[in-house]
């Protein structure tokens, strides 16, 4: 399917019925990983190695084309490493299913803008970046919103289908438009594997945000919504606003 016809059919109308609670991740946090994460990300934001139709050579990951990060199984096994941090603005949305952890993290401004300066400015980068990239990936100019996903899992053959991860807003089922890697290699099977997902507009992340992978859904963006308003609370007293 070309980028045209999957921005064309990205959001789709949900369906009532019941929605599942997963468990929390207790160990982690939404400001401590992205700060994690930014080790990875600059140390190899050539884009390539994420995404696998199958798996690399022992040596190097070949990167994929454009466009070809969609629709191809992601070979995630041995993607295990664990951090354990207290807790500071609140937890990731986790989703589980069987052996596989995805952990979505926006990219939004009025998100990342809690963090500390030096991490607000990568982030910021990294996200302007990708508009960039996604842009000319689809030949539009209408700004998609971001998020950081990672997958972690025990399971040395486990598999991820990139379509499936769906966000739902409001009522909406938000498909992903693009994504794009970043992981730069396979030699390091301890670390997690990252990609930026580009989402069209329209995800409202001052309400009820849920993760969507396959048959399971994940509703912790309630509880960590709070903790990012509590976050900008203090920002604006510390500024006098």
């Known amino acids: 399917m070309s980028a045209t016809r999957r921005t064309e059919a990205v959001v789709a109308q949900t369906r009532g019925g019941g929605l599942s609670e997963l468990p929390r991740a207790n160990e982690w946090s939404s400001l401590t990983f992205v700060a994690l994460a930014l080790a990875a990300v600059l140390a190899g934001s050539a884009g390539c190695g994420l995404i696998f139709p199958a798996p690399p050579s022992p040596r190097r990951a070949r990167c994929p084309g454009p466009g070809a990060l969609l629709g191809a199984p992601v070979r995630v096994g041995g993607a295990t490493r664990r951090v354990r941090h207290a807790p500071a603005g609140g937890d990731l949305q986790t989703l589980r299913r069987g052996e596989l952890q995805i952990r979505v993290t926006p990219l939004d401004e009025s998100i990342i803008l809690v963090t500390a300066p030096d991490t607000y400015q990568r982030l910021s980068a990294l996200g302007r970046g990708?508009?960039?990239?996604?842009?000319?990936?689809?030949?539009?100019?209408?700004?998609?919103?971001?998020?950081?996903?990672?997958?972690?899992?025990?399971?040395?053959?486990?598999?991820?289908?990139?379509?499936?991860?769906?966000?739902?807003?409001?009522?909406?089922?938000?498909?992903?438009?693009?994504?794009?890697?970043?992981?730069?290699?396979?030699?390091?099977?301890?670390?997690?594997?990252?990609?930026?997902?580009?989402?069209?507009?329209?995800?409202?992340?001052?309400?009820?945000?849920?993760?969507?992978?396959?048959?399971?859904?994940?509703?912790?963006?309630?509880?960590?919504?709070?903790?990012?308003?509590?976050?900008?609370?203090?920002?604006?007293?510390?500024?006098?606003?």
């Open 130 to 241: 990708h508009q960039e990239i996604f842009r000319q990936r689809t030949g539009t100019a209408v700004p998609f919103q971001l998020f950081l996903v990672s997958l972690y899992t025990e399971a040395p053959e486990a598999t991820f289908e990139p379509e499936a991860l769906n966000l739902v807003s409001r009522g909406l089922r938000y498909r992903p438009a693009e994504v794009h890697s970043l992981t730069p290699e396979w030699e390091t099977p301890r670390e997690a594997l990252m990609a930026v997902y580009a989402f069209p507009d329209g995800i409202d992340l001052e309400q009820d945000l849920e993760v969507e992978y396959q048959e399971v859904r994940s509703r912790e963006w309630d509880l960590v919504l709070p903790a990012i308003e509590a976050e900008r609370a203090r920002l604006r007293a510390r500024q006098g606003g």
